[in-house]
């Protein structure tokens, strides 16, 4: 939420902004503030349809006024917060996620002047940020419930994790905000090792983080031209990898790459 409010104020160019996730019944709790001078806007909880963020909120859509304060287009049970704050023209995002509302970005000037298509577009490409960060943290959540399973290395469950590793693999470099790039990093760690222990004389095997992930293509069934294309590279420095790969396992194939790369619990 952070990296996106700063990113906001980047693009947009507004002096103020601030957001928050949803809770409970369609309500925002208000959580982080960059550019304020006061803390009025601090946990304050908006409610769906109140104020210009539960607007958004109700309706899945930006919104805007021109002057908060003055507007009739909004209802004004925030208006102390915001008076307190100074603000006057304010933008209001929703951050949608599978249709559902899961937070609002907020940006705000104090003057009363139009927001222009340009800053509404930087806005919502903010917010496509933290949807983006909830939909992985999402598929994490479901990733650790499925790793639970008993029995874990076989069944269809267990499959479907493997899958969904390989698709964090090839996301994670990708992820812009470093903190949440190696969250997911260390998330893979732990589904690569909750499969089997592995003996004592294979934990010792260490891979390059470009290495695991063209073994995690190719664990998927992906061919190096694929596998060049999921992860941005080169067809040949593919292959490089799977190479350095193979030598540090012991392997001889692919297949037994990726057999050496799961005993050693560098893959689920």
């Known amino acids: 939420m952070r990296a996106a409010l700063l990113r906001l104020r980047r693009g947009t160019g507004l002096p103020v902004a601030f957001g928050g996730l949803v809770e409970g019944q369609r309500q925002v709790r208000i959580g982080e503030l960059t550019g304020t001078g006061t803390r009025a806007l601090s946990g304050l909880a908006v409610s769906s349809g109140n104020g210009l963020g539960g607007k958004a909120v109700a309706l899945s859509r930006p919104c805007a006024v021109t002057d ?3 507007s009739r287009h909004i209802s004004h049970e925030y208006d102390s917060a915001v008076a307190a704050e100074g603000l006057r023209s304010v933008l209001a995002v929703p951050v949608v996620v599978r249709r559902r509302v899961r937070g609002v970005l907020y940006g705000a000037l104090r003057s009363a ?5 340009r800053t509404l577009s930087a806005a919502v490409a903010a917010a496509r940020d933290v949807e983006q960060a909830l939909v992985v943290r999402d598929e994490v959540q479901a990733l650790l419930v499925a790793a639970r399973e008993p029995q874990a290395g076989a069944g269809p469950a267990w499959e479907q994790v493997r899958e969904a590793h390989g698709a964090l693999r090839e996301l994670a470099p990708r ?3 470093p903190a949440l790039r190696a969250e997911i990093l260390a998330v893979c760690g732990r589904l690569a090792s909750a499969a089997t222990l592995p003996p004592a004389r294979e934990r010792s095997v260490s891979l390059a983080p470009r290495e695991v992930d063209v073994l995690a293509c190719v664990a998927g069934g992906a061919t190096n031209a694929v596998t060049a ?11 490089g990898y799977l190479r350095a790969a193979m030598r540090k396992l012991g392997a001889h194939t692919r297949l037994e790459a990726v057999v ?3 005993r050693a619990g560098l893959l689920p």
Do not use: F, N, S
């Open 68 to 70: 908060y304060h003055d």
């Open 113 to 117: 002047q139009p927001l222009g298509d």
């Open 175 to 177: 992820i812009v905000d």
């Open 229 to 239: 294309e999921r992860l941005g590279l080169r067809p040949e420095t593919v292959k």
């Open 260 to 262: 050496a790369a799961r």
